[in-house]
T-cell receptor
Framework: GAVVSQHPSWVICKSGTSVKIECRSLDFQATTMFWYRQFPKQSLMLMATSNEGSKATYEQGVEKDKFLINHASLTLSTLTVTSAHPEDSSFYIC??????????????FGPGTRLTVL | AQSVTQLDSQVPVFEEAPVELRCNYSSSVSVYLFWYVQYPNQGLQLLLKYLSGSTLVKGINGFEAEFNKSQTSFHLRKPSVHISDTAEYFCAVTPRNAGNMLTFGGGTRLMVKP
């Protein structure tokens, strides 16, 4: 149980284009989803916290207009990297916390999306 | 605010040897503690967690960790490692009353050699 999927698993795009990454909780409802960015051989950096039906809360230094987050339902959050540039290339990981139940205090992680911007 | 320090960025060890990955944290409030494992190009998988109760926590794949409140530590151990344990390991904490926001340590790369 508590499975989170991400799509796509990897994407290559040209500089200036926009890329959308989906994060889905497959077998539970998630009021809160988190988006992380991970550089090679580094830890996860929290980008934003996404709550269903409301605006995302971005961490300091993360550009809201660059990284658009939508959490339209209790099982889906999307991250859109707008006008992507090579410096946006990274591994993006989402996680989700169950709305209720015994595991409500945990985050369950997706498999990640490798973004490469040429 | 919380902070997590993983004292070793890399830990090389021979197969079947014991291993300990160290984690220390700082927090002004009570926290829950977690260890995650990340295999190359994959997301994070929960190894174990400490919420309350017994300070010795057993997780998956033969790992265990001990919460030491006085030393603010949560070290991860395995008595005998396997080649397949080669991965990145992350320690993380979240305040008990703060909506699941995780603070991660820098990670420790466990390299198991034959």
């Amino acid at each position: 149980g508590a499975v989170v999927s991400q799509h796509p698993s990897w994407v290559i795009c040209k500089s200036g284009t926009s890329v959308k990454i989906e994060c889905r909780s497959l077998d539970f409802q998630a009021t809160t989803m988190f988006w992380y960015r991970q550089f090679p051989k580094q830890s996860l950096m929290l980008m934003a916290t996404s709550n269903e039906g409301s605006k995302a809360t971005y961490e300091q230094g993360v550009e809201k207009d660059k990284f658009l987050i939508n959490h339209a339902s209790l099982t889906l959050s999307t991250l859109t990297v707008t006008s992507a540039h090579p410096e946006d290339s990274s591994f993006y990981i989402c996680s989700a916390s169950p709305t209720s139940g015994t595991k409500y205090n945990e985050q369950f992680f997706g498999p990640g999306t490798r973004l490469t911007v040429l | 605010a919380q902070s997590v320090t993983q004292l070793d960025s890399q830990v090389p060890v021979f197969e079947e040897a014991p291993v300990e990955l160290r984690c220390n944290y700082s927090s002004s409030v009570s926290v829950y503690l977690f260890w995650y494992v990340q295999y190359p190009n994959q997301g994070l998988q929960l190894l174990l967690k400490y919420l309350s109760g017994s300070t010795l926590v057993k997780g998956i794949n033969g790992f265990e960790a001990e919460f030491n409140k006085s030393q603010t530590s949560f070290h991860l151990r395995k008595p005998s490692v396997h080649i397949s344990d080669t991965a990145e390991y992350f320690c993380a904490v979240t305040p008990r009353n703060a909506g699941n926001m995780l603070t991660f340590g820098g990670g420790t790369r466990l390299m198991v050699k034959p």
